[in-house]
């Protein structure tokens, strides 16, 4: 309804005084539904349902949704959201969840190097996360997703776990706290 929602999250965040972390989860877009010249691309995995025969709507008004777009395309979208954000909102911390493996690494150097560039002009430190060796990790947070590293490192890093039986809110399965007081 013509609200920036990311905005207005952004301006309440700040108004708390708390940093502003705008997350991403769209690197694995281009890859999750079937197409036939990147299925072999897909990761293996015994939970994964492979979908080669799967059929996507390919009515253009669709097209961005189920990324019915060559390879190059899908990387120019990928990074095109990125930009928006941080353009419009240049926030704290872009947190991102796997996927990046699938960007072409010229764009994943133009995301580092706009939002890095954008942060210098605003005068304020900014932070990115990495999931695997996607960014240099003496410019990104290492996140180690539902685990610790072995030892003492010298690169920052992160982790993230579940509170509770998912990563979304589900009242019923609330684990981490007392379901009746949430």
């Known amino acids: 309804p013509k609200i920036d929602v990311v905005k207005a999250i952004g301006d309440e965040t700040k108004k708390r005084g708390l940093k502003f972390m705008a997350t991403f989860h769209h690197g694995?877009?281009?890859m999750?539904?079937?197409k036939q010249e990147n299925t072999f691309l897909r990761p293996?995995?015994?939970?994964?349902i492979i979908q080669d025969s799967v059929l996507v709507p390919q009515d253009e008004k669709y097209r961005k949704l189920y990324c019915n777009m060559d390879y190059d395309e899908a990387n120019d979208l990928w990074l095109a959201k990125l930009n928006e954000v941080i353009n419009a909102h240049c926030p704290d911390y872009i947190w991102m969840d796997f996927g990046q493996r699938f960007i072409k690494e010229s764009y994943r150097r133009k995301f580092l190097a706009?939002?890095?560039n954008k942060a210098e002009k605003e005068n304020k430190e900014v932070v990115v996360n990495t999931k695997g060796d996607f960014f240099p990790t003496d410019l990104s947070v290492v996140n180690v997703e539902r685990a610790t590293m072995e030892d003492i490192t010298e690169e920052v890093w992160i982790t993230d776990f579940i509170l509770g039986s998912a990563w979304?809110?589900?009242k019923n399965k609330r684990t981490a706290i007392d379901s009746k007081k949430a």
């Open 28 to 30: 694995f877009h281009n």
């Open 32 to 34: 999750f539904y079937a």
């Open 44 to 48: 293996v995995s015994k939970y994964a």
């Open 114 to 116: 706009n939002y890095f």
């Open 168 to 170: 979304c809110f589900d």
